[in-house]
């Protein structure tokens, strides 16, 4: 699902990046008094990198054919890629469980690919689902993506021992208070599952001034403990619905107050959260909503995600006052648009692309 960038929040006065608790008892919460935010105003610089081509949302999105066993997206601008199916999403999930609008994707380094759905006939409410990609493949969904897709559709009123087979392959977990639930992300260094919870009112609005970043159980795939806490910077922030974590531990995620794409980098750990803004804001965004950010462990880069439209640029260059130029730059633009929601990376550098119309993962044929 989208999010607009410019002038979403510019309203409010303090970092908005979820609601106020009111977490479930299950779920142990620490309040940080302490702002999760370091200043550094006066060296921030805006950077041209004109590499990067901004996308404009299409009125309408590409769907795919029902009959179709396999698609494939690749870039017609920028740095060429193409990724082609891997995992054709079931349709519908568990017990008739409506698993469209998936939102946001992470793989694991055991090789577990959780997917957040968050139902649009529910509000600020979804759930995680793991998916057994080693044994997936075992099971023949790679040549055959249809069985996947179909797993949970009875024939004659019962399901065949092989969809049974994979069912096993899959983990549902129970709906919870996700907010938009862009921002699953997988901490490469502590395994450690996180996201945002980012709550809206139905016209888009954030609900709360308090941030809050929830850790992801592996059992239960719900939150059993969140930081709530506030971000401020000379009267308001924007961002909070994008993280990702490179292979040290360090979490980052974008946005743009009207003024460019701003990059946070922080630390998020059992009770605390600290993010400092970097001091390159990029001039150019690659599209109109702001949708994920990925980090490929292979390449040591962050990607930006909008709109069927992702650039990326080495994290290393984030560090210190930020050495960020032109030249840093990769853009790609895809076809068909299909609304992409999340990019996630292998250890071997191959990307994860999560789409929409109709909920798929295609897998990029090389590095990226």
């Not at 610089?45 to 004109?50: D, E, F, G, H």
């Not at 592996?218 to 922030?237: E, N, Q, T």
């Not at 619905?241 to 946005?255: P, R």
């Not at 009770?271 to 990925?294: A, E, W």
Request: proline share 4%; glycine share 10%; with cysteine.
């Amino acid at each position: 699902m989208k999010r607009i960038i410019l002038g979403l929040m510019s309203f409010m006065t303090c970092a908005v990046l979820g609601q106020s608790v009111t977490a479930d008892a299950s779920v142990k919460v620490y309040h940080q008094r302490s702002t999760a935010l370091i200043n550094h105003p006066s060296s921030i610089r805006t950077l041209n990198n004109s590499k990067v081509k901004y996308v404009k949302v299409p009125k309408g999105f590409t769907h795919m054919k029902s009959n179709n066993h396999t698609n494939e997206m690749k870039a017609i601008s920028g740095k060429g890629v193409t990724f082609k199916t891997r995992f054709l999403l079931p349709d519908p999930g568990k017990d008739n469980q409506p698993w469209g609008n998936p939102q946001s994707i992470a793989v694991s380094k055991s090789g577990y690919m959780y997917i957040v759905y968050c139902p649009t006939n529910l509000h600020n409410e979804g759930r995680i689902v793991r998916y057994d990609m080693k044994r997936l493949i075992q099971l023949g969904v790679e040549k055959d993506p249809k069985l996947l897709q179909s797993t949970y559709v009875k024939h004659d009123g019962q399901y065949s021992d092989k969809q049974k087979e994979v069912q096993r392959a899959i983990k549902v977990g129970g709906l919870f208070d996700t907010g938009h639930g862009q921002s699953l992300a997988y901490n490469l260094k502590t395994h450690a599952l996180y996201m945002w919870r980012d709550n809206e009112t139905k016209s888009g609005a954030p609900t709360s001034m308090a941030g809050y970043i929830q850790h992801i159980s592996a059992s239960s795939l719900k939150p059993d403990r969140a930081i709530s806490f506030h971000l401020v910077s000379h009267g308001y922030i924007h961002g909070g619905h994008t993280l990702t974590f490179d292979k040290y531990g360090n979490a980052y995620f974008w946005s743009n107050p009207g003024n460019g794409a701003n990059i946070y980098k922080g630390r998020v750990s059992t009770s605390h959260v600290i993010f400092r803004r970097t001091d390159q804001i990029l001039r150019h965004i690659p599209g109109t909503h702001v949708q994920s950010m990925g980090y490929s462990t292979k390449r040591g880069r962050l990607y930006l995600i909008s709109d069927d439209s992702i650039a990326s640029f080495p994290a290393k260059q984030l560090n210190g006052h930020g050495s960020l130029k032109n030249s840093s730059f990769e853009w790609s633009e895809l076809t068909p648009k299909r609304e992409t929601e999340g990019l996630t990376f292998d250890g071997s550098g191959h990307g994860y692309l999560l789409v929409n119309h109709d909920p798929e993962v295609l897998l990029s044929t090389g590095v990226y």
